[in-house]
């Protein structure tokens, strides 16, 4: 009988980690887009490694949130090729690891934080975010952007993460969740098949968290924020952006995804939770 987590895992891999190269294609988008890759700005990789609707500028947003609990350890979950990671620990002064469950976006990401100088403050690993080899009560703050769509089991997720959570600390969501019954077209960039595609709704959060101990705030629709970022990336695509990440597949991926949020069946939502004291 086939081990159903190996299976999900190497379509999720497969979904993912199509690209070979990924480092070498966008630090070769950046040289010819005129950028000295000798010493790059941690944001000229923006357009490529923030892997979330609202990109850079919807990562800064969502930490003022979080800013009040001056966090100084961090944990960003699936945190892709790094981009987060690296915009919080600048952003905020923390030191942050990143897990993420494709072992090529861990690598292009310890390869992209040493070359813009980072790599004293942010590390990664590959890991699972429902069952993280790390100590309990590790962080102060937990990031999960645009994760929990490949997972399906919401409750097992947020245990987990609360786990790592120091009594006191904060948990920062912010996925793709579904809003209004409806066909979604695949593919979107989170999945190219339904195995990995567990889109939830904001209720399901909402009681997975509690159950985990976690003490969640109001959702916050985040469409008014990303709106104008979603059409700039449909009209004017940053010379290396996720296209570069994912292939030329990209472009229907986002499509069905911008479709998506316009007929209201999807919205980015944030969502800060409390770990009890
Ligand atoms: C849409 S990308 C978002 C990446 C990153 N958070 C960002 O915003 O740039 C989703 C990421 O979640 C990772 N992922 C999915 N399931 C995971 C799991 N169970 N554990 C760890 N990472 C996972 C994927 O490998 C992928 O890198």
């Not at 992209?112 to 069952?131: N, Q, W």
């Not at 979107?188 to 567990?198: E, L, R």
Request: glycine letters at 10%; aromatic letters at 4%; a negative charge.
């Amino acid at each position: 009988m086939p081990d159903e987590t190996l299976v999900v895992t190497n379509e999720l891999e497969a979904h993912y980690g199509r690209h070979d190269g990924l480092v070498a294609d966008i630090l070769a988008g950046l040289s010819a887009a005129g950028y000295d890759i000798d010493s790059l700005d941690p944001s000229a990789l923006s357009g490529a490694d923030e892997f979330h609707l609202g990109g850079r500028g919807a990562t800064l947003a969502l930490l003022d949130s979080v800013r009040g609990i001056a966090p100084a350890s961090v944990l960003d979950v699936g945190c892709g090729i790094g981009g987060p990671a690296r915009t919080i620990a600048t952003a905020l002064g923390a030191t942050t690891l990143g897990i993420d469950l494709t072992p090529s976006f861990v690598e292009a990401a310890i390869e992209l934080t040493a070359r813009v100088g980072l790599d004293d403050r942010v590390s990664f690993a590959v890991g699972d975010a429902l069952a993280l080899d790390l100590p309990d009560e590790r962080f102060d703050l937990v990031t999960l952007l645009h994760v929990g769509m490949n997972i399906a089991d919401k409750p097992g997720l947020f245990a987990e993460l609360a786990r790592v959570l120091r009594p006191g600390g904060r948990l920062l969501v912010y996925d793709i969740m579904r809003i209004a019954p409806g066909r979604l077209t695949l593919p979107v960039p989170w999945a190219s098949s339904d195995d990995h595609q567990h889109l939830g709704e904001v209720d399901d959060y909402l009681r997975a968290l509690r159950a985990a101990g976690l003490e969640p705030g109001a959702p916050v629709d985040h469409r008014p924020l990303v709106s104008a970022a979603l059409q700039r990336a449909a009209d004017e695509p940053p010379p290396v952006n996720l296209a570069n990440l994912m292939g030329p597949d990209f472009v229907e991926m986002f499509a069905n995804l911008r479709s998506a949020v316009a007929a209201g069946l999807v919205a980015p939502i944030q969502i800060v939770a409390r770990k009890r004291a």
